[in-house]
């Protein structure tokens, strides 16, 4: 369920709780309200519209948070890999699409006549298989730490969540602006997500969990939500 108010698109989840929470979250301030299931919508309003100054703030934060400017594929421009910073160079060729890392250059090479578009699609391919390596190495890691299986896992372009996932079909979706990150920020989503299949929500159960399996997570969340972020071509939706 979802409610407007002053503009602002209020995600609206019903749980078994006795309180409200209110939650404005990265990466573009996307509000939500966890209220409890009898509670009706007259009361959540009124509630959101008390905070409707707290809100904008948090969001405001978000908006200036650095991020990176809308690329065009050229020389110059900054690729992150892993955490990493690499300067894009971009070489000619028409023996297909490779992009190479070597010291601190991305070496694109591509077709000069390619739109950025057209490269902006192959580096995302690039992002993918890099991500799918790494996930492939740490996804049975934790799963075998902590006794949690996901059914299947995909990676998916998010703008408002770093993974997202469906505690009824087990399935995982990752965000592929994660290989851009520091790989504890994978890790740390890997297992959030994980922690997920057991618990819904974000209560002390779920933190329980990752404190047993990750005691240092709310550094790595803290580096993944003060990182760099992506362009993002509108305002929050």
């Known amino acids: 369920m979802q409610i407007v108010i002053s503009n602002i698109p209020v995600e609206v989840v019903r749980k078994n709780i006795k309180n409200m929470h209110l939650s404005v979250l990265p990466p573009d301030g996307r509000v939500r309200v966890s209220a409890p299931t009898q509670l009706t919508d007259e009361a959540i309003t009124m509630f959101v519209r008390t905070k409707l100054g707290w809100?904008?703030?948090?969001?405001?934060?978000?908006?200036?948070?650095?991020?990176?400017?809308?690329r065009q594929y050229v020389s110059g421009e900054t690729l992150y890999v892993w955490g990493k910073q690499y300067f894009l160079q971009v070489e000619y060729s028409y023996k297909g699409n490779v992009l190479t890392l070597s010291g601190d250059k991305a070496i694109l090479t591509v077709r000069k006549e390619s739109s950025p578009t057209q490269r902006e699609s192959f580096v995302n391919e690039w992002y993918r298989n890099l991500l799918k390596q790494e996930v492939a190495k740490y996804l049975p890691?934790?799963?075998?730490?902590?006794?949690?299986?996901?059914?299947?896992?995909?990676?998916?372009?998010?703008?408002?969540?770093?993974?997202?996932?469906?505690?009824?079909?087990?399935?995982?979706?990752?965000?592929?602006?994660?290989?851009?990150?520091?790989?504890?920020?994978?890790?740390?989503?890997?297992l959030h997500e994980l922690a997920h299949l057991k618990v819904h929500n974000h209560g002390p159960e779920f933190t329980a969990i990752l404190d047993q399996y990750m005691p240092y997570w709310r550094e790595h969340k803290r580096r993944l939500n003060d990182s760099t972020l992506d362009y993002l071509p509108s305002q929050l939706e």
Do not use: D, H
Request: with cysteine; glycine share 4%; proline share 5%.
């Open 55 to 70: 809100i904008k703030k948090q969001q405001e934060k978000f908006q200036q948070q650095p991020r990176q400017s809308e």
């Open 141 to 190: 890691k934790w799963e075998k730490t902590t006794g949690l299986y996901c059914s299947s896992w995909q990676s998916k372009y998010m703008t408002t969540k770093w993974g997202t996932c469906n505690p009824t079909s087990k399935k995982i979706w990752l965000n592929l602006q994660l290989a851009k990150k520091p790989i504890e920020c994978l890790e740390y989503v890997i």
